[in-house]
């Protein structure tokens, strides 16, 4: 019998989480592919995020912008993966392939040099983001991408609009330091050739 | 004009919402200020993230996510995040080829290289293959090449027979995600160089349809 409870308890919890998230899914994979370079990445960030979302499915059921927190907890997950991906130069390499992927572009119109040029400037920015903290990369990734307001990120954070905007705008600084910056203007690893001439 | 103003009005002067004397009076300020031309680039870069096509999202995705919930031990993985090709999810099967490299690495042309494993996979169908390379230490710059001959291809780069690329090896195993099709119920041959200023290592293993 308590197999059948457990069992009961699981679907309840499993109801709630799906009534909560499902919902603002669709912005969340939203924002998952504007910070991926393919499918699978995105993918694999959503289901990443839902499943620390069910484990605090508590939390989630409290909070009262659920939008908002999800979307903070992707982008912390977002920076926690990068770094982990930072420890695996053979993914670091794979990026520089992946960029070159048909399918990551063929839903976009722009001509193929634009579009190198368009994933190249994005792999550049997001690999800027690695050297922001996960909460300075959550909360100008929220205003500047996601569109919340200040208001709303007061709500959120609780911290007064005076704090929010200089946090945004010192966090929008040291991004565009970072970008101008050479050293880390390339990507430290990428496919240098190819050829079919076999 | 302040700092505080060029920040509030950012997102204007870069969607061009802004009106043409606020525009004026935030381009006098970044003529004299260091710092906010570095936080319009930043905000520019964060614009272009926001721009990205971000596309539909997959029609079963969110029901995968729950059935992932109830197996949370097992969760739906597409990714290990070495991807070099797309649209098979993580349904497909693997196999492994695992690969010692020492230093001292011999060197000697491909055609006389013995083939390491030959794996049985299905005729037209992706399959993963797993290449774990054991390095004693780690080795910066590393020459990677796959060359591909005969009836094998790699999933999502078509007619393209050989790709190279640098990375950097860490000590200990690396592993490298290949999804391979064997187009030719004969299959074909796998060539995996990896060059280093110092030394080189060269082995070969073979795909073939399974029957």
Not at chain 2, 92 to 101: E, K, R, W, Y
Not at chain 2, 110 to 131: F, K, T, W, Y
Request: aromatic share 6%.
């Amino acid at each position: 019998m308590r197999n059948v409870f457990s069992l009961k308890r699981r679907h309840s919890r499993r109801d709630s989480f799906e009534h909560l998230v499902r919902p603002h899914f669709d912005a969340l994979y939203a924002a998952a592919r504007r910070l991926t370079l393919s499918l699978h990445d995105a993918e694999d960030l959503v289901q990443d995020v839902c499943l620390k979302a069910f484990s605090r499915l508590g939390e989630l059921k409290e909070v009262e912008f659920q939008r908002a927190w999800l979307l903070k907890v992707l982008y912390h997950e977002f920076i926690d993966g990068q770094r982990r991906n930072q420890r695996s130069p053979l993914a670091i390499a794979a990026r520089g392939m992946e960029s070159q992927e048909p399918d990551s572009i063929a839903a976009v119109t722009a001509q193929p040099d634009e579009l190198v040029d368009h994933n190249q400037r994005t792999e550049r920015v997001l690999w800027a983001m690695n050297f922001l903290n996960s909460d300075q990369c959550a909360l100008i990734a929220m205003h500047d991408v996601e569109g919340f307001s200040i208001a709303e990120l007061c709500a959120l954070t609780g911290a007064p609009a005076g704090t929010i905007k200089a946090q945004l705008h010192r966090t929008r600084i040291k991004l565009g330091r970072l970008l101008s910056n050479d050293a880390i203007a390339e990507p430290k690893l990428k496919v240098v050739g190819a050829s079919n001439e076999l | 004009m302040n700092c505080d103003y060029m920040a509030d009005n950012m997102t204007g002067l870069i969607t061009g919402t802004l009106a043409t004397r606020q525009a004026a009076e935030c381009k006098r300020h970044l003529a004299e200020c260091a710092a906010c031309v570095e936080a319009l680039r930043g905000a520019e870069a964060l614009a272009l993230l926001k721009a990205r096509d971000t596309g539909d999202v997959p029609l079963n995705l969110f029901d995968a996510v729950l059935g992932a919930l109830d197996n949370a031990r097992e969760p739906r993985r597409t990714g290990q995040r070495f991807w070099l090709g797309t649209g098979f999810g993580g349904a497909i099967a693997a196999s492994l080829v695992a690969v010692a490299l020492t230093l001292g690495w011999l060197h000697f042309p491909e055609s006389n290289v013995p083939e390491i494993a030959e794996l049985r996979v299905p005729l037209g169908q992706p399959h993963m293959v797993d290449l774990a390379f054991e390095t004693d230490r780690s080795l910066q710059g590393a020459n990677i090449s796959i060359l591909l001959v005969g009836g094998v291809e790699l999933d999502g780069y078509g007619q393209r027979r050989e790709l190279i690329w640098t990375s950097d090896l860490k000590a200990g195993v690396n592993k490298l995600s290949l999804p391979l099709i064997a187009v030719e119920e004969g299959g074909g041959r796998v060539v995996v160089r990896l060059s280093h200023p110092q030394s080189e290592q060269v082995f070969v293993f073979r795909l073939k349809a399974s029957v």
